[in-house]
């Protein structure tokens, strides 16, 4: 209509004047990020509107022909929604003459092949919806689910002609034979066509001279031939004509084309007659030579059969000579009908250079091939045409480079003379212009792959001559994808020639294919050497402004934020500003506000988060539009915080634990540690000389130790101290453990190692009192169910000999310990005492203490048998010496009846020694070995005996009490004299012997 040109390609639709300068383009890409390619572009002409769809769910748009904004879209599959496979569509008459887009496509979608593979589609009401409901009958024909594969039908192209709508096909014969035909479909226009019922098939031949047949169709053009052609066909005026250019596959089951092609022609007329034949057979004669078996409901029912004629088709090709037949080329075609002449430029072959071929068609089989013109391409698309007076033809082809070749030879003779070599992935003819060589760069889908998280991939670069075939010149050449870079500043800083879109925030090859052509709204990249001189450069781009003081926020307490930044956007009519925090796990946003192009304000907002951790840093992003990002190359960090972390008061006001500039406290009126806004009262600064609580102790471990010293001993618990220097000292058993100061945490744990403590192997309980109502035949220890047998017990001190192995971890009643070690119980009487817990140290043997206790043993018994000898003669000497003891033994028994019965009778009150005997009894105190010591209830007494009870005493002394030591048994004074007259004291005296005074206490020897 104005002669403009509309292209559609990936993720952008542009709109060109005649002579190919940019007027407009717009982006196709999703937000998401997915690639769009275009698979439909149609002009309708009647509503004067441009109708797209992509691979993008297959959607569809109708735009403005002018700005090419959106007019109406839907979310209704219509296009394939895969790159691969392939869709038809164009904008031609439908139901009550309103325009309607018919689609052919084998795929739409991952779940949707084959449904739908020929419909038309409303562009009024429910736009891209078929029509269904009512008199209308849905206009859409399906495959056959059995017969859905990959490549079972391509759609080539399409076209209206005489209220019908056709498609061109490659397709395979069916489930039994992968043959690839080429076929024209139609179906009618007009709303009669109940469930597109007209839907007919024929196949296509293209036969050269030789009868080779030419099976893959790959371009079809419908015109009006001119006078002499039309003559020559015997057509009537307005009588059309169709070409097509055929190629033949490797194989009758491959796809691939050989490189040779063939043009013919068909007449309307013939094509429509085979059409009415197809129906005329199905009508009446009906059967499977009719019926399409990969058509869903295909059905031919013949006379008399039960329904209509539906879908059906002709196993009758219409045949065609070859009008054109090249090797070593493939053909697209565009036509020029007016002045009978069709050009034909080549298609790519590897190493084959691209032509543009002028034909003369004198005649329905002649053709006259009459100029030949080398296209400057390695690579030539098959949609091309002419502009609208017939003087220009449009081919749309690859990217192009130039190489400078100094001394390079003139060898412009020779076509072409010289190629480029891609690395081993692509080679193309080079054309000379003087030291300088042009050549095409690869296909993009044989270009290498640009790894993931770059934004360029290099390839050797090379130059053959084509004359010596040697290859002379050797450079690196880069791959790059300015669209991988996601911030302005990656992008204009970049080594390629990006620019950044600011108000699409995207990075672009060019500038012009910014939505926004306002160069305010786009910042050139640094090296773009064909980029404006405006706004060039990363400090034109939007971002956040480095910060300089740390940015503090408290949990629970509602703050606002000041961004400061650099060229922040005018949004005007999108969507406003907002702030996220975004961190391990976490993340939370609020709306901002652009005060000016400096300064931004997050709104107020309360924050939380759940990691145990007093401080947790969080990245400050501001982003716009949903998700574009303002750059943040100097990394905004927000601080989030919580003082309720801290469980006591000394980690709360611990500058350790707590650092000053987040202004913890402790918050008395609720025990927890707070800023002052969220403590109600009696709130206490980290600088305060308050005292926090007494210490109080969790769990000290190990519970036990080696008397040596060296065990490192942990104690838990809280408020152990603000810092290290709080803690003076720690005692364990009246002994000294050292603190480790690198292993102390304020307030929750402090280490220290044991020293060594000097004690007897054998057990010691101390207590008070222990001897005053008792002696050690009233006292039974038990650890667990065992017996730590007694002997001795003093006033403080009570010894016994525990068994040899480590008893096991019970109670007196043999009920299990928490700790798995045995329960210390003294019973004295009817009244237990819980000591504690003993454990025993490990002591392992090695094998040179076992050779030495085997030779002990042996000296052992040699000694043992000269020991047997002088007993055997000591003991003729004893038995004499035997007779005297037993008397004295009678005699000191008596002895100790009468001294109790004198203990009896002085006792004024017998609850008095039950009291003392009660007194608590503490564990054992680790402060040296004590001294043991018995007590003699015969001190007060002057026991008169003969010499031999004197040599008994000693003997029975040395042999029970041999490591015994004296004490001081004045406290016992009163206990053991007996409460009796003076003259009853006299007489006492005088029955039993000399005075107190005179007798020698009984001590250890």
């Known amino acids: 209509m ?16 005649k002579d190919l300068q940019l007027i407009y383009n717009i982006t196709t890409k999703p937000d998401d990020g997915t690639d769009n390619y275009n698979k439909i572009l149609s002009i309708n002409y009647d509503d004067h509107n441009l109708v797209t769809c992509g691979s993008y769910h297959g959607y569809c748009q109708i735009r403005n022909l002018t700005d090419l904004s959106v007019l109406g879209t839907s979310d209704i599959y219509v296009a394939a929604a895969t790159v691969d496979d392939s869709t038809v569509g164009f904008v031609a008459h439908g139901y009550d003459d309103k325009p309607m887009l018919y689609v052919g496509t084998s795929k739409l979608g991952n779940f949707y092949h084959g449904e739908k593979a020929v419909s038309g589609r409303q562009l009024e009401g429910t736009i891209f919806s078929t029509l269904s409901g009512g008199t209308v009958h849905e206009t859409n024909v399906d495959i056959h689910t059995s017969y859905q594969q990959a490549n079972s039908v391509i759609y080539k192209t399409g076209f209206s002609y005489g209220g019908f709508s056709y498609f061109l096909t490659v397709q395979s014969l069916g489930r039994s034979d992968n043959s690839y035909i080429s076929r024209i479909v139609r179906v009618c226009q007009e709303r009669n066509d ?41 057509l009537e005026d307005g009588q059309h004509v169709l070409f097509a250019v055929f190629a033949k596959g490797e194989t009758p089951q491959d796809l691939t084309p050989l490189q040779q092609s063939a043009v013919c022609l068909y007449k309307i007329t013939d094509i429509e007659q085979a059409f009415s034949d197809a129906i005329f057979g199905c009508i009446n004669q009906g059967g499977n030579d009719y019926k399409l078996d990969y058509i869903s409901g295909s059905a031919c029912p013949g006379i008399g059969g039960i329904g209509h004629t539906v879908k059906s088709f002709t196993n009758q090709p219409y045949f065609s000579l070859a009008l054109l037949f090249r090797r070593s080329a493939q053909l697209v075609l565009c036509i020029d009908m007016s002045m009978e002449k069709i050009l034909y430029p080549y298609t790519p072959f590897w190493n084959i250079p691209i032509h543009i071929l002028k034909v003369h068609l004198r005649q329905r089989l002649s053709a006259v091939e009459y100029y030949n013109h080398y296209l400057q391409s390695s690579t030539v698309l098959p949609d091309i045409t002419f502009d609208t007076v017939f003087h220009h033809v449009y081919v749309l082809s690859q990217y192009r480079i130039t ?8 060898e412009r003779d020779i076509t072409p003379a010289y190629h480029c070599k891609f690395g ?13 060589l042009t050549c095409d760069t690869p296909l993009i889908d044989i270009r290498p792959n640009i790894p993931s998280g770059q934004d360029s991939v290099a390839v050797q670069l090379s130059v053959k001559s084509m004359e010596t075939t040697i290859e002379f010149v050797h450079t690196e050449f880069y791959f790059f994808n300015c669209s991988a870079l996601d911030s302005c500043t990656e992008c204009v800083s970049s080594n390629w020639a990006c620019d950044w879109c600011i108000y699409e925030n995207k990075c672009a090859h060019e500038s012009s294919t910014c939505a926004e052509d306002d160069s305010s709204k786009i910042v050139v990249g640094e090296n773009n050497i064909f980029g404006g001189s405006g706004r060039r450069g990363r400090h034109y781009c939007p971002y956040i402004e480095q910060q300089i003081d740390e940015v503090l926020v408290p949990v629970g307490l509602t703050v606002s934020l000041v961004v400061n930044a650099v060229n922040i956007p005018d949004l005007k009519d999108n969507p ?39 401080e947790f840093k969080v990245s400050l992003i501001v982003q716009w539009n949903a998700n574009y990002i303002i750059d943040n190359i100097y990394g905004y960090i ?46 206490l600064p980290q600088d305060t000389t308050h005292n926090c609580g007494n210490p109080v102790i969790y769990e000290i471990w190990p519970s036990s130790g080696s ?66 109502a008792s002696t050690r035949d009233d006292v039974t220890v038990y650890i667990g169910t065992e017996i730590c047998n007694v002997t001795s017990i003093g006033n403080t001190i009570l010894y016994c000999i525990p068994p040899e192995s480590q008893p096991i971890g019970v109670d007196i009643n043999g009920t299990a310990t928490d700790n798995n070690l045995p329960e210390v119980m003294v019973v004295v009487g009817n009244l237990d005492f819980f000591i504690g817990y003993l454990s025993y140290m490990d002591q392992t043997s090695s094998p040179n203490i076992i050779l030495i206790v085997v030779s002990l043993s042996i000296v052992a018994f040699l000694l043992l048998i000269v020991i047997v000898v002088v007993i055997v003669i000591y003991q003729c000497k004893h038995i004499d010496s035997e007779r005297k003891i037993n008397d004295l033994r009678k005699n000191v028994l008596n002895m100790d009846i009468k001294l109790s019965d004198i203990k009896d009778e002085n006792t004024t009150d017998p609850r008095g020694s039950e009291e003392e005997l009660q007194t608590p009894v503490s564990k054992i105190p680790n402060e040296g070995v004590p001294h043991i010591c018995i007590t003699s209830d015969y001190q007060t007494l002057q026991p008169q005996v003969t010499s031999e009870y004197q ?47 005179d007798t020698q206490p009984m001590g250890s020897k």
């Not at 099976?215 to 009006?224: C, D, R, S, T």
């Not at 190489?403 to 003139?410: A, E, G, N, R, Y």
């Not at 081993?424 to 030291?435: C, D, K, L, R």
């Open 707 to 772: 008397f040596e010293g060296g065990t490192n001993i942990l104690i838990s618990g809280s408020n152990l101290g603000k810092t290290y220097s709080h803690i003076d000292n720690v005692h364990i058993g009246g002994r000294n453990c050292i603190l480790v100061e690198e292993r102390y945490t304020v307030s929750r744990s402090i280490e220290c190692t044991t020293d060594s403590a000097d004690i007897d192997m054998s057990g010691e309980i101390s207590g008070e009192n222990l001897n005053l």
């Open 194 to 234: 109940f469930y597109y019922d007209s839907y007919t098939e024929i196949t296509l031949k293209c036969n050269s001279s030789d009868d080779m047949s030419n099976n893959l169709l790959q371009a079809a053009h419908v015109m009006k031939p001119a006078s002499d052609l039309a003559k020559s066909l015997s």
């Open 403 to 410: 190489l400078s070749v100094t001394q390079l030879p003139d």
């Open 638 to 683: 927000v601080t989030l915080y919580d003082c309720s972390v801290s469980l006591d008061c000394s980690e709360c006001l611990s500058t350790v634990t707590s650092r000053e500039q987040l202004q913890c406290g402790w918050c008395v009126s609720d025990n927890s540690c707070q800023i002052e806004q969220h403590c109600d009262y009696h709130w």
């Open 951 to 997: 040599a008994l005493e000693t003997t029975l002394i040395s042999r029970e009490y041999e490591s015994l030591q004296p004490c001081d048994v004045s406290q016992y004074q009163s206990l053991n004299k007996p409460a009796v007259t003076k003259q009853q004291e006299t007489s006492n005296y005088e029955e039993i012997g000399r005075s107190t005074s």
């Open 576 to 614: 406003g500003y907002e702030c996220i925090l975004r961190g391990y796990g976490f993340e939370d946003s609020t709306s901002a506000t652009r005060y000016n192009e400096s300064t931004l304000m997050c709104d107020a907002k309360e924050y939380h988060y759940n990691a145990d951790t007093k």
């Open 424 to 436: 081993g992935i692509f080679i193309t003819p080079a054309v000379q212009s003087g030291n300088a």
């Open 2 to 17: 104005t002669g403009d040109v509309y292209i559609g390609g990936v993720d952008y639709i542009y709109r060109l004047d």
